[in-house]
């Protein structure tokens, strides 16, 4: 099943397992490109038409103006001339995105120049695919072992650089989940170029060359996009296929973790803000499939629910807690002075990611729409009105209302720190006269 858990594969140049990609470029700018693709321990070579009996390498050619990197014009060669789409392709955990070998040659038939062939290797993906070869440039193609590539030092670095063919995780991602059944997601930038921009997704990203194994990927990725989590007890959940940004096949590491910290203190890098969801929340948002599904699955799986009271340990608040009479009165005399810190410390978050006032406002009102949602659900729950739905309480009922005033109250604060207090009593006496037969209006 394919998915987009993640970070899709970067967009610089790669080299492919079954065939072999080559760019050449001028002395000043890259002019073309090929590919290696491999197969277990074999390379797919092509034929041109000038010259049928020797294979030249992988699929390639020049680099088009449309092109936006190397691995972008070894990609759309290998699809036009071998009809290979890159769904079918993937990095090797060896190579990642470097290419394997650059040769420089001089130009044939073209004015005076070198081209710089830049070699990349890519495993396929799945099965082998159905080969389509262009009739214009290509006569023929065939499977060869390394040791019968024609270039020595191509042989010697396909031979020598531990390439099996077996796609393995290049990126690896975190699925976080709190004692009350709730997932940790993502909300990631807006930006037209990279991998579902303005969706919910898993903390996460693509393999470095640096990283020995998918565990030390996930463990940088969430030390560089959210040093505030700290260490994760990581558990290896699955591998799943995403599909990068680039149209490349990214096998995924999805890891599990529990974890119950605040999301808004965690000091986010990456993307616009952590939120936590129930998995009712999921179909209300913006996120890829398999991304949700894969969610879904683990959480119907570990019983988590609305109340998340079975198998979550330490679920959610209980509400037969008892409150003494001191504790009330201690709380109402510092209830508005603990509204004005949690405004304080949200908003202070915030301007320290560089976020404006409208910006921070309306991710907070979006947080009011997010606790209600729960409420919904945590009322469906407890009316037993959808037998598809776990079962709740009207305790939880009462806790997240109360989590939906609370939001508000902070919300309000955040957006008029200096007077909240005077304006929501204001607007409470409007609200007492339309519908208190006195009209009484709160006492400062």
């Known amino acids: 099943m394919k998915s987009d858990l993640v970070e899709p594969s970067r967009t610089a140049p790669r080299i492919i397992d079954d065939d072999h990609l080559t760019a050449a470029i001028s002395p000043e700018e890259p002019t073309a490109a090929s590919t290696t693709l491999q197969n277990l321990t074999r390379v797919f070579l092509a034929h041109t038409l000038q010259d049928s009996t020797n294979p030249r390498g992988g699929p390639g050619g020049h680099v088009e103006p449309t092109d936006t990197t190397l691995l972008a014009t070894a990609l759309r060669e290998v699809g036009e001339e071998a009809g290979i789409q890159p769904g079918d392709l993937c990095l090797t955990p060896q190579l990642l995105d470097t290419p394997v070998d650059i040769d420089a040659a001089p130009a044939r038939g073209e004015p005076a120049h070198r081209h710089y062939d830049f070699r990349f290797v890519f495993y396929l993906a799945h099965e082998e695919p159905g080969i389509a070869l262009q009739d214009e440039e290509v006569s023929g193609a065939e499977w060869r072992s390394f040791g019968q590539v024609g270039s020595p030092a191509l042989r010697a670095k396909l031979l020598n650089g531990g390439l099996d063919g077996r796609p393995r995780p290049v990126n690896a991602s975190a699925m976080i989940f709190d004692d009350a059944g709730r997932y940790l997601l993502h909300l990631r930038d807006n930006y037209p170029h990279i991998w579902e921009p303005g969706s919910w997704a898993l903390l996460g990203g693509g393999r470095e060359p640096q990283d020995q194994s998918p565990l030390d990927t996930i463990r940088r990725e969430l030390a560089e996009e959210?040093?505030?989590?700290?260490?994760?007890?990581?558990?290896?959940?699955?591998?799943?296929?995403?599909?990068?940004?680039?149209?490349?096949?990214?096998?995924?590491?999805?890891?599990?973790?529990?974890?119950?910290?605040?999301?808004?203190?965690?000091?986010?890098?990456?993307?616009?803000?952590?939120?936590?969801?129930?998995?009712?929340?999921?179909?209300?948002?913006?996120?890829?499939?398999?991304?949700?599904?894969?969610?879904?699955?683990?959480?119907?799986?570990?019983?988590?629910?609305?109340?998340?009271?079975?198998?979550?340990?330490?679920?959610?608040?209980?509400?037969?807690?008892?409150?003494?009479?001191?504790?009330?009165?201690?709380?109402?005399?510092?209830?508005?002075?603990?509204?004005?810190?949690?405004?304080?410390?949200?908003?202070?978050?915030?301007?320290?990611?560089?976020?404006?006032?409208?910006?921070?406002?309306?991710?907070?009102?979006?947080?009011?729409?997010?606790e209600t949602g729960e409420a919904a659900q945590a009322v469906i729950g407890a009316r037993g009105t959808n037998p598809r739905k776990p079962a709740s309480t009207w305790g939880d009922v009462h806790a997240e209302v109360a989590d939906v005033a609370l939001t508000a109250l902070v919300t309000l604060a955040r957006m008029r720190p200096g007077d909240a207090e005077t304006y929501l009593r204001q607007q409470l006496s409007i609200k007492a006269a339309q519908f208190l037969p006195d009209g009484a209006a709160p006492q400062p």
């Open 226 to 370: 959210a040093p505030g989590i700290g260490p994760l007890d990581l558990e290896p959940l699955a591998v799943d296929k995403a599909v990068g940004a680039d149209g490349l096949c990214v096998p995924v590491q999805v890891y599990t973790a529990r974890w119950s910290g605040d999301a808004d203190g965690v000091g986010l890098t990456e993307g616009v803000q952590l939120r936590w969801f129930a998995p009712e929340m999921l179909d209300r948002l913006v996120m890829c499939g398999p991304t949700r599904e894969l969610v879904l699955r683990h959480a119907a799986e570990h019983g988590a629910c609305a109340s998340g009271k079975e198998h979550f340990p330490g679920g959610p608040r209980d509400s037969a807690l008892p409150v003494d009479a001191s504790s009330v009165a201690t709380m109402d005399a510092s209830f508005a002075a603990t509204i004005r810190r949690l405004a304080r410390r949200f908003t202070t978050h915030d301007e320290e990611r560089g976020l404006s006032e409208p910006e921070q406002w309306t991710l907070q009102i979006l947080k009011i729409a997010e």
